[in-house]
Structures are given as structure tokens and as C-alpha cells.
């Protein structure tokens, strides 16, 4: 495990670092199964939009950051909390210098040791796409299970993917 990933709550002033990865990311598709917008909003959007998603309460989300070497290396957030059944899903990106790295390892693990540690969980649940082997191997790692596979959840580039779809329950849960 890595000593210098640490996490950092996010604050309106890395939305710059997000705008960053969003803007040279040619692959998004293939990190998520929402809509994607048709066209690149502009930095004033991106922002307005992060900004109310903060202040709203509703998510919770860090910056992943390498005190090494004093860079932003992805993020991570927890989203869609049912406090009827003690649930949150999460996800995670990692920007393209950071990855195969084992950035993603680390930090999903201070991550989830976090929610658990600090939140009324009982259970996180991550889903992705089966075209995205790095991420089922993140999740896989932080001893998360596949629960199952939504079949042809993804449309991606005319290709069709299952949502591969994780969870880990508090009691399956150590501090490593």
C-alpha cells in the first residue's frame, strides 16, 4: 500500500483539477453507464454543476492526492445514500497518469475504511462495466463481491457490455 495517497475532502477549489481530467478524458464511456453529454460543458458549467453537487449534501467526495509527489490523482465519491437500507453506492476515477499504479487500491481502501469508520453503512456497492478489468481488480482487491451482472447494461461505441455490479457488507469489512 502506498503511504503518501491520502485523501482530501473535496472543496470548489480542485473543481480546476476536475474540469482538467474531464476535458482530456477521450474515454469516459467507458467509465460509466449514464448519459454522457453530447458536447464538453464549459469550465463555467462544469463548475456551477460540481458546486451544487457539493453544497447539496447529497454525495460525499475526496481528491485523491500523492503528498510525494504533490499531485491530484483522482477522486472518489459516495452518492445515492438510502438511509432505509444503510446503503451507498460509490465510484472512483483515477486520471490517466495514475493508473496501474495501485493509486486505485490505496485509495479505495482509506476510502471505504472512511465510510465505514465515520457513516452509518451497512453495506457499499460499486457497479461497471465488464469491459473494465482495472476496476473490477480495484474492487476485487478491497475485498468487495460480485453480487451479479446487469446483461448489456453498456452501449459503448456500438458495443455491448453486462454492468458488473460489486458490494461489500460491514461485517466482511477489515482495516488493512
Not at 101 to 113: D, I, M, P, S
Not at 130 to 136: D, F, K, Q, T, V
Not at 156 to 171: A, T
Amino acid at each position: 500500500m502506498n503511504k503518501n495517497i491520502k485523501l482530501v475532502k473535496l472543496n470548489p477549489e480542485h473543481i480546476e483539477v476536475l474540469y482538467d481530467w474531464y476535458i482530456s478524458e477521450m474515454n469516459f464511456e467507458y467509465y460509466t453507464c449514464r448519459p454522457l453529454e453530447e458536447s464538453k460543458l464549459s469550465y463555467e458549467e462544469f463548475y456551477k454543476k460540481t458546486k451544487a453537487r457539493l453544497d447539496s449534501k447529497k454525495t460525499e467526495e475526496f481528491i485523491i492526492y500523492d503528498e510525494g509527489s504533490d499531485k491530484f490523482l483522482g477522486n472518489l465519491k459516495s452518492f445515492d445514500v438510502n438511509t432505509r437500507n444503510f446503503s451507498t453506492e460509490i465510484g472512483f476515477y483515477l486520471s490517466k497518469d495514475s493508473r496501474g499504479k495501485q493509486v486505485g487500491r490505496t485509495a479505495l481502501n482509506l476510502f471505504v475504511n472512511h465510510l465505514f469508520e465515520n457513516k452509518n453503512h451497512n453495506k457499499l456497492y460499486a457497479t461497471t462495466s465488464s469491459s473494465n478489468i482495472p476496476s473490477m481488480k480495484i474492487l476485487e482487491y478491497n475485498n468487495f463481491t460480485l453480487d451479479g451482472r446487469n446483461r448489456e447494461h453498456y452501449w459503448i461505441k456500438g458495443e455491448k457490455y453486462d454492468q458488473m455490479v460489486y458490494s461489500i457488507l460491514r461485517f466482511e469489512w477489515k482495516i488493512l
